[in-house]
C-alpha cells in the first residue's frame, strides 16, 4: 500500500497565491523524485474549538488560515529515497527560506503507513 507524508500548516492569508506558486513547485520536485500525487487544500469549513482543532493545532492567529496537505508515495522506501532527492534538487536549493509564505516552526508533518485504501 502507499504512504503518505501529512501537513498541516498556518499561512498567511495574503500569501495565497505566493504559497500556490510554491506548492505547485514543491509538487513537481516530489512527482519527479517518485511521489504519486501532491494535494494541497486551503481551509473553507474549518471551525475553531474550544479544546482542539486544526486552527489551535498550528496556532493560527486572525492573519492566517490553516492548510492541509499530503505527498502520497508507493512506499515508505520510495518516499525516503523520493525526499533525500528532492532536498538535493536545485529547484529547492534556490529558496530563501527566511520568506517562506508560512510559519514553518508551527508546520505539523509526519508519515503515515496506509492501512485502507479503497
Not at 504512504?3 to 506548492?23: H, T
Not at 496556532?59 to 499530503?70: A, H, N, Q, R, T
Request: hydrophobic fraction near 40%; proline fraction near 4%.
Amino acid at each position: 500500500m502507499s504512504y503518505i507524508d501529512g501537513y498541516v500548516m498556518p499561512v498567511k492569508k495574503d500569501k495565497k497565491e505566493e504559497y500556490l506558486r510554491l506548492a505547485r513547485t514543491s509538487a513537481e520536485v516530489f512527482k519527479d523524485h517518485g511521489a504519486l500525487a501532491v494535494v494541497e487544500n486551503w481551509a473553507d469549513d474549518v471551525p475553531e474549538g474550544k479544546l482542539t482543532s486544526l486552527p489551535m493545532a498550528v496556532k493560527c492567529d486572525e492573519s492566517e488560515i490553516v492548510v492541509f496537505s499530503w505527498i502520497v508515495w508507493p512506499s515508505k522506501a520510495a518516499r525516503e529515497a523520493g525526499n533525500k532527492a528532492a532536498m538535493k534538487d536545485k529547484r529547492f536549493s534556490d529558496w530563501d527560506m527566511s520568506t517562506m509564505p508560512f510559519n514553518g516552526k508551527r508546520m505539523i508533518f509526519g508519515g503515515f503507513q496506509t492501512i485502507l485504501e479503497m
